[in-house]
């Protein structure tokens, strides 16, 4: 059985600015999965940095509200949502509210730094 808690996973700021916490990761735990499964959160007043991922990768929004942007569109978002995010799609996700805004992040193949680009404006 594998069983991890998420306050045991250390904290990093990824490529696109978010602090990240790598919940799940072939990587790093002795799982065979074809994704990853990571916590990300942004700041109130924040917003995470224009990228791309090779990989494709879904967001669950579990608390706080924002602004998600892929290519030329935007949405907000909301606890409850899941935003799917097509691989190589320029990608980022402002917090709108007056709380941090927390969500998941699956991305299949797993997640990669190599493979988290910043795009310049």
Known sequence: MFVKNINECAEF?????????????PKNDSVDLPYSVAMATVEIGKQSYKHKLEQTEVYIVFSG?????????????????A?????????????????????????NPPWSDEGDIRVED
């Open 65 to 81: 509200e924002g602004v998600m942007h892929i290519d030329d569109e935007e949405q907000d978002v909301i606890p409850g949502e």
């Open 83 to 107: 935003i799917l995010v097509p691989a190589e799609a320029t990608q980022w996700i402002e917090n709108s509210g007056d709380e941090e805004l927390c969500f998941i992040a699956i991305v």
């Open 13 to 25: 700021i990824a490529n696109d600015g978010c602090l990240i916490r790598e919940w799940i990761h």
